[in-house]
């Protein structure tokens, strides 16, 4: 078979298991900044300057694109989602191949790539930046300024994972001459500047610092996840592995490095193991599902690479280095088998940006008969305003209702975040904002997610309740419609 059916079929196959679950729920925090971002941006609207924006102008940009192409929907994300997970997968394999990983091994290594991509689905920038410094590694032995400028846009979706594509694109470009290396960091920082300078300029260098790098340095903390403990959910084979997941890619992670301290890697190897070390800090801030993918879209390249190596010299240490990879399968098979199969029954949600997204019953039909409730009391492009249960600890937020509701958000603010919203200048720049619009309706969204605790920074109370004296004093209830209440002004 030619190699490009080959790949071909590997991009298919990726994307048919991506694209399984690709109109299945809804997510109020992630979906709803990314949606939200790219709405402003098609309005007109600068990054760091107009909006608050802890992430590169990359994937917002993107997706205003395709708004500006398609309309406001959650379809068209979706969609690129995944042809771009379709895409990790079928690099992941080539990664291995290039690695010289046998066939067998290099397909289960597309396996696990392939699954890990799948679920969760997410319009974050990491799919994005994930297949652009996998292709800046694919690419350097070839053509080191092609890695480079790969590299270099990778940086405006992900700092962390452009700076990786970085050094990922140089090592590998090393194999030819000193001098490759060289134009590949030299061509990346020229893409960078082109994709990223003008919007830092525009939006303000201080605040594209303060908002992006300072974030990440000062508040990233608030927000971490522990490493996962002690099992006490029964016996359940599926739940325990997902629970340990984040070990087995640190095991994962271990045996290639005993593996490549005995023999040499190769140059494609060491040009991706970066983009190893970016996944471990990722999933190390914040030790969750969502932070899992980085590591878990290199690293089975990487193991297939040494199975196939040492079973030469011994079988043993191959099966050893086998185990986390066909782990990492079997908890992308079971994870992919819930989002499908389990869960409370959905239906498709009946709002016109929803284009054929399906949402747990209930939600559905609470999220129609709040448009509804908003239409009857809002004329319609006058902004609302979502707020949460409480503004002194908040954990995540609900943006997604501005696109849902097709509602502009009357502050700068729609990261509800701890450390963002939950500061005293922050709440009176949007007590100002509020007062200045004026907006009819206020949504708190007391969804059991919006209060939860977790076992960081979120839990702890700021004492700064100016926003919720604020919506207090001039907001009474109106009508509460599942897990929103909405309250007009007085």
Do not use: C
């Given at each position: ?390 503004h002194d600890r908040v954990r995540v937020g609900d943006p997604l209702l501005y696109v849902l509701l097709e509602r502009p958000n009357p502050t700068r603010y729609d990261v509800m975040q701890p450390g963002v919203v939950t500061t005293e200048q922050a709440q009176r720049e949007m007590v100002a904002d509020l007062e200045s619009v004026r907006p009819e309706v206020v949504i708190r969204w007391v969804s059991p997610v919006a209060d939860q605790r977790e076992d960081n920074g979120s839990s702890r109370s700021t004492g700064i309740r100016i926003l919720d004296d604020y919506i207090a004093r001039f907001y009474r209830r109106a009508r ?11």
């Open positions: 078979m030619r190699p490009w059916i080959a790949y071909g079929l590997l991009f298919l196959g990726a994307a048919g298991l991506s694209g399984l679950t690709v109109l299945n729920e809804l997510n109020p925090h992630d979906e709803g900044l990314m949606l939200q971002a790219a709405a402003r941006i098609a309005d007109g609207q600068l990054p760091y300057r107009d909006f608050w924006w802890n992430y590169g102008p990359g994937q917002p940009l993107l997706l205003a694109g395709l708004q500006e192409l398609f309309g406001l929907s959650l379809l068209p994300w979706r969609v690129l989602r995944v042809l771009l997970d379709a895409g990790v997968a079928t690099l992941a394999f080539g990664l291995a191949r290039r690695a010289k990983a046998g066939t067998p091994v290099a397909l289960l290594a597309w396996l696990a790539a392939a699954l890990a991509m799948a679920s969760p689905t997410l319009p974050s920038p990491v799919p994005a930046a994930t297949a652009l410094a996998l292709g800046a590694v694919l690419v350097a032995r070839g053509s080191p300024v092609a890695a480079g400028v790969l590299a270099g846009l990778a940086l405006a979706f992900r700092i962390d994972l452009g700076l990786a594509a970085v050094l990922g694109a140089a090592v590998s470009s090393a194999e030819r001459d000193e001098r490759a290396a060289l134009r590949a960091v030299a061509s990346a920082a020229v893409a960078a500047a082109i994709a990223l300078g003008p919007w830092v300029l525009a939006g303000g260098a201080g605040r594209f610092w303060d908002q992006t790098i300072g974030f990440a340095a000062n508040l990233q903390d608030l927000q971490r996840l522990p490493l996962p403990g002690a099992w006490d959910g029964g016996v359940d084979p599926g739940r325990i592995l997902d629970f340990y997941a984040p070990y087995v890619l640190f095991a994962g992670v271990l045996l290639w490095v005993v593996e490549a301290a005995r023999r040499r890697p190769s140059p494609t190897e060491l040009g991706a193991l970066p983009l190893v070390v970016a996944g471990v800090l990722y999933l190390l801030a914040r030790a969750d599902e969502f932070h899992r993918i980085p590591l878990a879209a290199v690293l089975p390249a990487l193991l297939a690479a040494a199975v196939w190596r040492a079973r030469a010299a011994s079988r043993a240490f191959a099966v050893v280095l086998a185990v986390p990879l066909v782990l990492l399968a079997l908890n992308g098979l079971d994870r992919l088998r819930i989002d499908l199969f389990t869960g409370p029954p959905k239906q498709r949600v009946d709002l016109p940006v929803a284009d054929g997204v399906r949402a747990p019953t209930r939600e559905a039909r609470d999220l129609v008969a709040l448009r509804r409730e908003v239409g009857r009391l809002v004329p319609p492009a006058q902004p609302v305003f979502v707020a949460n249960p409480r509460r419609i599942g897990d929103f209440l909405v309250l007009q002004r007085r």
